[in-house]
């Protein structure tokens, strides 16, 4: 407890140490992320070209399948090695932060990279932005693990390897330092915001090295919609928004049906989709892999049945991949739906409501931005990453439109923000284990948010659970020991001690006091 507490009460003293470990943790996850991003690049483009050489010699579809399933079979005998390559690994980041998990960083790291890119290689429909993350994270775990004077200041730097990890898989610095903030944190705090900035640019400037200035995405945006066609974009963020939450719920759904077929066991289930890979590759390859090659068929010139077609196989091929626990993760291949969505209602508005053909392109950035809106449930990170990842600053009103747009209507329609409801089934499914005696205590820090249980209410009068105490408060500069009449700010940082194995309840009590306001 004492280096928990040391390292609040001389919170800017550690602050310049933090932020330095952290421009380490950037420089290492960014050139890991950058290899990682190498070899799924090669391992993508063999795959189409296996699949379209089997496709040309057909006497070598029994050895193709073959291989498909051994890959299947390694993959589950991995995710069983270690359960926390599975999937994403953007929920079990935020599980290991919340106090949900404990793991063997370097036994991610290897497990994740081996089976990234197996996943890659056979033509699954996954994205490497979530893993890049949870490498980052890793390695940032490793560094923590050696350098952090406290567990605090350890979470800190694996929320930077978060932020360097997708800094590096997109190019895209400041989306990763808002991911950090809005969707891992989940509030704002100075030495996060410096720590995940630094480590975030650190690994951006590493990986333009490797690919260029270049966006990810090159889309030609030669315009801009006029304010009278802005009624489009209500209508779009409508239909993303409805989208958005049947993504999710087919998505967490997908995930209940694999445990449900009496057939399916941890030892063989990802071999489903590596069959569905080898039927998909050699009869509709356009869906094969993340989807980056999707992109040159989203044109002004395709018909709307075939993008449709395209959309619902892209999206069913998604669901076998993910839903079966296949290390790999969704946040690309989300994107190109969005992108996908976008083109068939620009297709659509061309044809029928007299929308220019050059503002196709436009429509596909507002669906993208729209579409993670309303899954991922952070619209400032899915405004900045479509600005980063295209290029283009000239869309932020109409970014910001169609993603507030679409956040309201997934909320609406009672949908789970998706990486929260991938949380909550990893900590139904597995059983949470104690590695740390119960008598370790930590410190957890909280901010304390408007209408919230908090604002304006005295410490006696605040239903604390039984087993945290509320030690010190930081208002501005200054930092206190609260008694029992002190009255809680808007704003203020609130440290609470707390026994190791409470850690992950008493975060999660946290989260629901500062969301609902008792009267």
């Known amino acids: 407890m004492g280096n928990n507490y040391e390292s609040i009460t001389s919170h800017d003293a550690r602050r310049i140490p933090i932020i330095l470990q952290s421009i380490l943790v950037g420089a290492l996850a960014g050139g890991v992320v950058v290899f990682y991003r190498l070899i799924l690049t090669r391992a993508e483009t063999y795959a189409f070209g296996i699949y379209a050489y089997v496709g ?38 935020k599980g290991i932060l919340m106090g949900y998990f404990n793991q063997n960083w370097w036994h991610t ?42 567990r605090m200041e350890r979470k800190i730097l694996i929320a930077s390897g978060a932020s360097a990890g997708l800094a590096a898989a997109f190019n895209a610095p400041l989306a990763g330092v808002m991911f950090a903030l809005e969707e891992i944190f989940k509030y704002f705090s100075p030495i996060i915001l410096l720590s995940t900035m630094g480590a975030a640019v650190v690994a951006d400037f590493i990986s333009k090295n490797f690919f260029g200035l270049e966006p990810v995405f090159n889309l030609e945006v030669t315009g801009l919609l006029g304010l009278q066609e802005y009624w489009l974009i209500i209508v779009l963020s409508i239909v993303v928004g409805v989208l958005g939450a049947f993504y999710n719920t087919v998505l967490i759904y997908s995930q209940k049906l694999y445990q449900k077929m009496p057939f399916l066991k941890d030892h063989n289930r990802i071999v489903v989709p590596f069959v569905c890979a080898g039927l998909v590759g050699l009869y509709f390859p356009y869906i094969l892999g993340s989807g980056h090659h999707m992109f ?19 999206f069913l091929f998604s669901m076998i991949s993910f839903g079966s626990g296949a290390p790999g993760g969704i946040f ?5 739906l969005g992108a996908t969505i976008g083109a068939i209602f620009a297709k659509i508005s061309i044809l029928y409501f007299g929308l220019s053909p050059a503002l196709f392109d436009n429509i596909i950035i507002l669906a993208m931005a729209g579409f993670f ?5 952070a619209p400032i990170t899915g405004i900045v990453l479509i600005m980063e990842m295209t290029g283009s600053l000239s869309h932020m009103l109409s970014l910001t439109i169609v993603s507030m747009g679409a956040f309201i209507i997934a909320d609406q329609l009672k949908s789970l923000p998706i990486y929260d409801a991938l949380l909550d089934n990893l900590t139904t499914e597995h059983q949470l284990e104690d590695h740390e005696e119960h008598t370790k205590k930590i410190i957890i820090e909280s901010i304390v948010r408007h209408d919230s249980i908090f604002e ?43 026994a190791i194995n409470n850690e992950w309840q008493n975060r999660k009590w946290l989260d629901q006091m500062n969301e609902v306001k008792v009267n």
């Open 456 to 498: 304006n209410k005295t410490v006696r009068d605040v239903p604390w659970p039984k087993n945290c105490l509320l030690v010190s408060v930081k208002r501005g500069e200054r930092e206190f020991i609260p008694k029992g009449d002190t009255i809680i700010k808007v704003g203020d940082y609130m440290f609470i001690l707390t």
């Open 296 to 314: 040159s068929l989203l044109t002004p010139d395709s018909g709307i049945g075939f993008l449709v077609v395209l959309l619902i196989l892209k």
């Open 109 to 150: 790291l290897l497990c994740k990279f081996a089976g990234g890119t197996v996943a890659i290689l056979g033509g699954l429909s996954l994205g490497r932005e979530g893993p890049s993350i949870q490498l980052g994270a890793s390695i940032a775990e490793g560094i923590g693990n050696k350098t952090g004077k406290s």
């Open 56 to 93: 040309e010699h057909i006497k070598f579809i029994p050895i193709l399948f073959l291989a498909l399933i051994l890959a299947g079979f390694l993959l589950s005998y991995l995710t069983q090695k270690n359960k926390m390559i599975r999937g994403s690994g953007i929920p079990q980041v």
């Open 373 to 377: 809106a309303a899954i991922v449930r």
């Open 332 to 336: 690309f291949p989300l994107l190109v």
